[in-house]
């Protein structure tokens, strides 16, 4: 037992304080170094990739912790270059960090800005003339956790959110020839997007095509979810876990998410293996499940508190049982462990909620014809913020996406955070997303909704 409680107090210590920095904005490297133990700043940019299509510029971050570490992923999110919205795929670890010295990400995060996703290339020939850019957004830090560790701070990761706000220098790979090029292509592209323009009105939105679309027609449907429950320990000891993601109205009362929400414990291997050996037990009663409306005000991260909750104004329907399959872990002894736990990537991981009470009109959502056309050149998904923000509005983000074998493979990969998204087809929805490169086409979804009724 003084073991144990040694063990706890030292992993409380060495990573408490990387959950105590949620919101600075990045300024400077001396002042990240002294405001948390991880500090990530953005250090240039380069061209990588210009066409008629898209632009994308590789972005070089650098890293410096205040102890010797370990990182799962680096993601940005909500972000914007020069004004306009960029989407950057996760960068996965591991990422060995050393105390005190400033680390070099092994590779650049892509910043892709699609074209014919904006209503202007001029911030794009700026910023090439200029030699720099602003980018604003979010960016998130996962520090790798031993299990003990997780269940001590009461999290899967020790997540470090940061606002980022920063001048980065942008450089073209060719010199002076290669910058003249670039932006030819741009000019051409603003030329070609004012005729696409021509006939939209500025009531429409600043962002034509699939986004603006899908900021229109399917964000009101949209549902940030907050999930809280706890684990105890054989002495009782309460650790309070966590779990976010998205939801989706597909009618004025029916709700379609991830069974994930309904049980985030037996999805998680680490999580599923301390409850199944038997070293922590779920809690009952303290499993709490609330959904935010797209619009709503939240000044501060998500909580249960308020909202849509489950047995409130919320029923949920009776769920099939889960597919499981079989992992190896390591125990607090360092043994191998077998554990099981439900499967993301499949046909059962889907959960329907029922509202009690009438739900804000929305607009009628389109589902895309069956057989759907694939592949898809661009599909739309959806997350929220985890900052906070004066409003819930959710992030679009913008990818290709193709069948293979009953599954929608996404040519991107995506955070947790995505889990639960409807995928959006210029035609309409053709599935859900439930890990972080699949989801679930929509015919799976319609069988399941109309056996659940």
């Not at 020939?125 to 520090?143: K, N, P, W």
């Not at 947790?416 to 799976?444: H, L, N, R, T």
Request: charged share 15%; net charge negative; proline share 7%.
């Amino acid at each position: 037992m003084a073991f144990w409680l040694i063990q706890r107090t030292v992993v409380v210590l060495a990573y408490l304080c990387v959950f105590s920095f949620a919101g600075p904005r990045i300024t400077s490297a001396a002042s990240q170094a002294e405001a948390r133990p991880v500090a990530v700043k953005c250090v240039d940019m380069a061209l990588h990739q210009i066409d008629t299509d898209k632009i994308v510029f590789g972005l070089k971050l650098v890293a410096n912790a205040g102890q010797e570490l370990n990182l799962d992923e680096v993601t940005l999110a909500n972000l914007h270059f020069n004004g306009l919205p960029v989407f950057a795929a996760p960068l996965p670890g591991p990422i060995h960090l050393i105390k005190g010295q400033e680390v070099e990400l092994p590779q650049a995060v892509l910043l892709t800005i699609y074209l014919h996703d904006v209503n202007s290339t001029k911030p794009l020939s700026q910023a090439l003339q200029d030699g720099f850019a602003t980018l604003d957004g979010e960016l998130y830090v996962s520090v790798h956790l031993s299990l003990i560790a997780k269940l001590v701070l009461g999290s899967f990761q020790a997540v470090v959110p940061m606002r980022l706000q920063q001048k980065v220098a942008v450089s073209v790979p060719g010199g002076t020839l290669s910058k003249t090029a670039a932006v030819a292509v741009l000019e051409a592209a603003d030329v070609a997007i004012k005729h696409l323009l021509a006939g939209v009105s500025a009531t429409q939105g600043i962002w034509p095509g699939l986004r603006h679309e899908v900021l229109q027609q399917y964000a009101p449907a949209t549902l940030a979810v907050a999930v809280t429950y706890s684990l105890t320990d054989m002495k009782g000891n309460e650790v309070p876990l966590t779990w976010s993601g998205v939801a989706f109205r597909v009618s004025p009362t029916r709700i379609v998410l991830t069974d994930e929400a309904m049980e985030p414990w037996s999805f998680d291997p680490e999580i599923a293996m301390a409850i199944q050996s038997g070293t922590y037990k779920l809690q009952p009663n303290t499993y709490k499940i609330s959904l935010w409306s797209s619009g709503l005000a939240a000044p501060g991260p998500l909580t249960t508190d308020g909202g849509l909750q489950v047995g409130k104004q919320l029923h949920a329907a009776a769920l099939p049982r889960q597919a499981t399959t079989s992992v190896m872990m390591l125990a607090n002894s360092h043994l191998p462990q077998k554990a099981k736990v439900d499967v993301r990537a499949g046909s059962n991981n889907i959960a329907f909620l029922t509202a009690t009470e009438a739900l804000p009109d929305i607009p009628t959502l389109r589902i895309a014809p069956d057989p759907p056309a694939t592949p898809w050149q661009s599909v739309a998904l959806l997350r929220f913020p985890r900052l906070g923000s004066d409003k819930l509005t959710p992030e679009v983000i913008l990818t290709s996406a193709y069948l293979d074998h009953g599954r929608i493979r996404l040519g991107v990969n995506v955070d947790s955070s995505v889990f639960g998204s409807p995928i959006i087809a210029p035609g309409g929805i053709v599935g859900m997303v439930q890990d972080e490169s699949s989801g679930i086409p929509w015919s799976e979804i319609a069988g399941s909704m109309k056996s659940s009724e």
